[in-house]
């Protein structure tokens, strides 16, 4: 990570996600993907993480797991009405942090 800041001449980036993944990773692995996301928010090298899917399943969880700061999914206007769940569920987690 620390030659792709310097490539880009910064300190940090503002969003590393993860993108489309099969399976989320396991937030209690120590040498897991998401605990090397952390360490990397820790150190100040990246400020927010996130996670990208295309199964809502796993869009869901991500969300309901409180471990990202962003959840992409595609939504338009066709969606269906389980996939619009998934802004409800972002909504509910945003609300719990602003209280």
Request: proline share 5%; hydrophobic share 40%; with cysteine.
């Amino acid at each position: 990570m620390q030659i792709s800041l310097k490539n880009l001449k910064t300190d940090y980036v503002d969003i590393l996600q993860l993108h489309n993944p099969d399976i989320l990773p396991d937030p209690e692995d120590p040498e897991g993907l998401y605990a090397g996301l952390r360490e990397a928010k820790k150190k100040g090298l990246v400020r927010f993480i996130g996670i990208t899917n295309h199964k809502i399943k796993n869009a869901m969880d991500a969300a309901a797991s409180g471990l990202y700061d962003t959840v992409q999914f595609p939504l338009s206007s066709l969606s269906a009405d389980i996939d619009l769940r998934l802004i409800e569920e972002c909504k509910k987690k945003m609300w719990a942090l602003l209280q």
